[in-house]
Protein backbone atom coordinates (compact mmCIF):
# COMPACT_ATOMS: atom_id res chain seq x y z
CA UNK A 1 0.00 0.00 0.00
CA UNK A 2 1.75 3.19 -1.14
CA UNK A 3 2.14 5.89 1.72
CA UNK A 4 0.69 9.61 1.69
CA UNK A 5 2.86 11.51 0.05
CA UNK A 6 2.66 14.59 2.80
CA UNK A 7 5.64 15.92 5.30
CA UNK A 8 5.27 17.55 8.64
CA UNK A 9 7.20 20.21 9.95
CA UNK A 10 6.44 21.23 13.69
CA UNK A 11 8.60 23.29 16.12
CA UNK A 12 8.66 22.65 19.86
CA UNK A 13 9.18 25.98 21.43
CA UNK A 14 10.02 24.08 24.76
CA UNK A 15 10.33 27.03 27.69
CA UNK A 16 11.17 29.42 25.45
CA UNK A 17 8.81 32.69 24.26
CA UNK A 18 7.48 35.93 25.47
CA UNK A 19 4.92 37.28 24.56
CA UNK A 20 6.01 40.48 22.31
CA UNK A 21 8.75 37.91 20.42
CA UNK A 22 6.03 35.60 20.30
CA UNK A 23 4.10 37.72 18.18
CA UNK A 24 6.77 38.45 15.82
CA UNK A 25 7.67 35.18 15.30
CA UNK A 26 3.92 33.73 14.96
CA UNK A 27 3.05 35.97 12.14
CA UNK A 28 5.94 35.32 10.21
CA UNK A 29 5.73 31.56 10.14
CA UNK A 30 1.96 31.90 9.29
CA UNK A 31 2.96 34.59 6.45
CA UNK A 32 6.12 32.38 5.10
CA UNK A 33 3.92 28.82 5.20
CA UNK A 34 0.91 30.54 3.15
CA UNK A 35 3.92 29.98 0.35
CA UNK A 36 3.67 26.43 0.75
CA UNK A 37 1.84 23.46 -0.86
CA UNK A 38 -0.54 21.99 1.06
CA UNK A 39 0.93 18.95 1.43
CA UNK A 40 3.35 20.73 3.63
CA UNK A 41 1.68 20.52 7.37
CA UNK A 42 3.25 22.84 9.57
CA UNK A 43 2.78 23.01 13.75
CA UNK A 44 3.59 25.03 16.50
CA UNK A 45 3.74 23.72 19.98
CA UNK A 46 4.23 26.73 22.10
CA UNK A 47 3.85 26.95 26.25
CA UNK A 48 0.68 27.10 27.14
CA UNK A 49 0.39 30.35 28.87
CA UNK A 50 1.04 31.39 25.00
CA UNK A 51 -2.27 28.81 23.66
CA UNK A 52 -4.76 31.99 23.17
CA UNK A 53 -1.90 34.68 21.62
CA UNK A 54 -1.32 31.50 19.13
CA UNK A 55 -5.35 30.67 18.25
CA UNK A 56 -5.45 34.87 17.67
CA UNK A 57 -2.26 35.17 15.35
CA UNK A 58 -2.66 31.46 13.42
CA UNK A 59 -6.44 30.45 12.95
CA UNK A 60 -7.20 31.22 9.41
CA UNK A 61 -3.56 30.46 8.55
CA UNK A 62 -2.33 27.18 7.45
CA UNK A 63 -0.55 26.65 10.51
CA UNK A 64 -1.81 24.53 13.51
CA UNK A 65 -0.78 24.56 17.27
CA UNK A 66 -0.21 22.58 20.20
CA UNK A 67 0.87 21.99 23.90
CA UNK A 68 3.71 20.44 24.69
CA UNK A 69 2.27 17.69 27.33
CA UNK A 70 -1.30 17.27 28.30
CA UNK A 71 -2.20 15.29 31.61
CA UNK A 72 -3.25 12.00 31.86
CA UNK A 73 -6.15 12.47 33.86
CA UNK A 74 -9.75 14.24 32.13
CA UNK A 75 -9.63 17.09 35.03
CA UNK A 76 -9.26 16.93 39.17
CA UNK A 77 -7.38 17.79 41.69
CA UNK A 78 -3.56 17.57 39.81
CA UNK A 79 -2.25 20.77 40.31
CA UNK A 80 -0.30 22.28 37.72
CA UNK A 81 -1.19 20.08 35.17
CA UNK A 82 -3.02 20.53 32.31
CA UNK A 83 -5.98 18.46 30.78
CA UNK A 84 -6.17 17.97 27.06
CA UNK A 85 -9.98 19.16 27.03
CA UNK A 86 -8.61 22.62 28.02
CA UNK A 87 -6.34 23.05 25.12
CA UNK A 88 -8.94 21.37 22.87
CA UNK A 89 -10.71 24.76 24.26
CA UNK A 90 -7.83 27.28 22.50
CA UNK A 91 -8.02 25.46 19.11
CA UNK A 92 -5.15 23.44 19.58
CA UNK A 93 -4.55 20.56 16.66
CA UNK A 94 -1.29 19.04 18.53
CA UNK A 95 -0.12 17.46 21.40
CA UNK A 96 3.57 16.13 21.98
CA UNK A 97 3.60 13.47 24.70
CA UNK A 98 6.73 11.34 26.22
CA UNK A 99 9.69 14.20 25.27
CA UNK A 100 12.61 12.88 26.12
CA UNK A 101 12.81 15.96 28.80
CA UNK A 102 10.08 14.67 30.29
CA UNK A 103 10.79 11.48 30.65
CA UNK A 104 13.71 12.24 31.66
CA UNK A 105 13.37 15.28 34.06
CA UNK A 106 9.86 14.22 35.19
CA UNK A 107 10.41 10.25 35.03
CA UNK A 108 7.43 9.87 32.85
CA UNK A 109 7.44 6.32 32.36
CA UNK A 110 6.11 4.41 28.78
CA UNK A 111 2.86 2.84 30.63
CA UNK A 112 1.97 6.77 31.66
CA UNK A 113 2.97 8.06 28.17
CA UNK A 114 0.83 5.44 27.18
CA UNK A 115 -2.52 7.19 29.03
CA UNK A 116 -1.45 10.46 27.85
CA UNK A 117 -1.65 9.18 24.72
CA UNK A 118 -4.99 8.01 25.13
CA UNK A 119 -6.10 10.77 26.80
CA UNK A 120 -4.91 13.43 23.72
CA UNK A 121 -6.78 10.87 21.27
CA UNK A 122 -10.02 11.13 23.65
CA UNK A 123 -9.87 14.77 23.67
CA UNK A 124 -9.52 15.25 19.98
CA UNK A 125 -5.83 15.51 19.16
CA UNK A 126 -3.23 14.66 17.46
CA UNK A 127 -0.69 13.08 19.88
CA UNK A 128 2.89 13.30 18.36
CA UNK A 129 4.74 10.61 20.50
CA UNK A 130 7.88 11.07 21.11
CA UNK A 131 10.75 8.37 21.07
CA UNK A 132 14.47 7.90 21.41
CA UNK A 133 17.65 6.04 23.10
CA UNK A 134 20.24 7.69 24.94
CA UNK A 135 23.69 7.64 23.75
CA UNK A 136 24.90 5.00 26.37
CA UNK A 137 21.75 2.57 25.19
CA UNK A 138 22.79 3.06 21.29
CA UNK A 139 26.24 2.22 22.41
CA UNK A 140 25.56 -1.01 24.19
CA UNK A 141 22.95 -1.66 20.68
CA UNK A 142 19.78 -1.13 22.85
CA UNK A 143 18.09 1.47 20.08
CA UNK A 144 15.39 -1.18 19.21
CA UNK A 145 14.86 -2.60 22.60
CA UNK A 146 13.98 1.00 24.23
CA UNK A 147 12.09 2.59 21.13
CA UNK A 148 10.12 -0.76 20.88
CA UNK A 149 9.44 -0.68 24.20
CA UNK A 150 8.44 2.90 24.10
CA UNK A 151 6.42 2.50 21.28
CA UNK A 152 4.38 -0.51 22.38
CA UNK A 153 3.80 0.72 25.77
CA UNK A 154 1.69 3.55 23.29
CA UNK A 155 0.25 1.00 20.88
CA UNK A 156 -1.22 -1.47 23.22
CA UNK A 157 -3.80 0.87 24.49
CA UNK A 158 -5.00 2.18 20.99
CA UNK A 159 -7.17 0.43 18.70
CA UNK A 160 -6.30 0.15 15.42
CA UNK A 161 -8.24 3.17 13.93
CA UNK A 162 -6.69 5.10 16.47
CA UNK A 163 -3.03 4.31 16.44
CA UNK A 164 -3.51 5.15 12.42
CA UNK A 165 -3.82 8.99 13.60
CA UNK A 166 -0.56 9.09 15.64
CA UNK A 167 2.37 10.97 14.46
CA UNK A 168 5.91 9.30 16.11
CA UNK A 169 9.20 11.46 16.27
CA UNK A 170 12.23 9.68 16.91
CA UNK A 171 14.35 11.78 18.61
CA UNK A 172 17.84 10.48 19.87
CA UNK A 173 18.11 12.16 22.61
CA UNK A 174 21.84 12.17 21.87
CA UNK A 175 21.03 14.64 19.34
CA UNK A 176 18.59 16.83 20.71
CA UNK A 177 20.28 20.70 21.72
CA UNK A 178 23.37 18.85 21.39
CA UNK A 179 24.40 19.87 17.40
CA UNK A 180 24.89 16.43 16.46
CA UNK A 181 22.29 15.05 14.11
CA UNK A 182 21.91 11.97 13.09
CA UNK A 183 23.33 10.59 9.41
CA UNK A 184 20.37 10.72 7.56
CA UNK A 185 20.79 7.22 6.88
CA UNK A 186 21.34 6.10 10.77
CA UNK A 187 17.60 8.10 11.45
CA UNK A 188 15.96 5.93 8.26
CA UNK A 189 16.97 2.96 9.62
CA UNK A 190 15.63 3.69 13.17
CA UNK A 191 11.91 5.14 11.23
CA UNK A 192 12.00 1.94 8.95
CA UNK A 193 11.53 -0.01 12.50
CA UNK A 194 9.14 1.93 14.08
CA UNK A 195 7.51 1.24 10.41
CA UNK A 196 7.54 -2.06 10.65
CA UNK A 197 6.09 -1.71 14.38
CA UNK A 198 3.56 0.17 13.31
CA UNK A 199 2.49 -2.26 10.16
CA UNK A 200 2.13 -4.92 12.84
CA UNK A 201 -0.58 -2.74 14.46
CA UNK A 202 -2.13 -2.61 11.09
CA UNK A 203 -1.88 -1.53 7.53
CA UNK A 204 -3.83 1.52 8.15
CA UNK A 205 -1.25 2.24 11.18
CA UNK A 206 2.01 1.87 9.41
CA UNK A 207 0.76 5.27 6.96
CA UNK A 208 1.33 7.29 10.26
CA UNK A 209 3.74 10.47 9.80
CA UNK A 210 7.42 9.16 11.15
CA UNK A 211 9.03 12.82 12.00
CA UNK A 212 12.85 13.15 12.88
CA UNK A 213 13.79 15.44 15.99
CA UNK A 214 17.45 16.34 16.98
CA UNK A 215 19.32 19.22 15.96
CA UNK A 216 17.39 19.48 12.48
CA UNK A 217 18.84 22.80 10.80
CA UNK A 218 18.60 24.35 7.40
CA UNK A 219 21.48 22.88 6.08
CA UNK A 220 20.94 19.37 7.22
CA UNK A 221 16.95 19.26 6.91
CA UNK A 222 16.93 18.08 3.22
CA UNK A 223 18.88 15.45 3.05
CA UNK A 224 17.00 13.67 6.53
CA UNK A 225 13.74 14.71 5.02
CA UNK A 226 14.55 12.98 1.59
CA UNK A 227 14.82 9.70 3.33
CA UNK A 228 11.91 7.27 2.42
CA UNK A 229 10.52 7.08 6.15
CA UNK A 230 11.00 10.19 7.67
CA UNK A 231 7.84 12.11 6.63
CA UNK A 232 9.22 15.22 8.50
CA UNK A 233 10.34 16.99 11.65
CA UNK A 234 10.25 18.04 15.07
CA UNK A 235 12.28 21.37 15.57
CA UNK A 236 13.38 22.49 18.65
CA UNK A 237 15.80 25.56 18.78
CA UNK A 238 15.22 25.75 14.90
CA UNK A 239 11.94 26.59 15.30
CA UNK A 240 12.32 29.83 17.35
CA UNK A 241 13.84 31.81 14.52
CA UNK A 242 10.94 32.38 11.78
CA UNK A 243 13.72 32.16 9.00
CA UNK A 244 15.32 28.75 9.52
CA UNK A 245 11.83 27.41 10.67
CA UNK A 246 10.80 28.50 7.09
CA UNK A 247 13.88 27.30 5.39
CA UNK A 248 13.04 24.01 7.41
CA UNK A 249 9.33 23.81 6.38
CA UNK A 250 10.71 24.79 2.27
CA UNK A 251 13.22 21.63 2.69
CA UNK A 252 10.05 19.59 3.62
CA UNK A 253 9.02 20.67 0.44
CA UNK A 254 11.59 20.03 -1.36
CA UNK A 255 12.15 16.46 -0.45
CA UNK A 256 8.33 15.70 -1.55
CA UNK A 257 9.30 16.54 -4.89
P1 LIG B 1 16.71 20.62 18.93
O1 LIG B 1 16.19 20.81 17.52
O2 LIG B 1 16.96 21.93 19.63
O3 LIG B 1 17.86 19.67 18.97
O4 LIG B 1 15.51 19.95 19.77
C1 LIG B 1 14.90 18.81 19.27
C2 LIG B 1 13.72 18.51 20.11
O5 LIG B 1 13.84 18.09 21.23
C3 LIG B 1 12.39 18.76 19.52
O6 LIG B 1 11.38 18.20 20.30
Known amino acids: MSRQRAKLVVGNWKMHGRIDENAALLTEVAAGASALQKDVRVGVCVPCPYLAQSQALLSGSVVKWGVQDVSAHAGGAYTGEVAAEMAVDFGVTYAIVGHSERRAYHRESPELVGAKTQRAIEAGLVPIVCVGETLEERESGATEQVIGTQLDAVLMLLTEEQAAGIVVAYEPVWAIGTGKTAQPE????VHAFLR????EKGATVAN????YGGSVKPDNARELFAQGDIDGGLIGGASLKSKDFLAICQAAQTALQ
Open 186 to 189: QAQA
Open 196 to 199: RKLQ
Open 208 to 211: ALLL
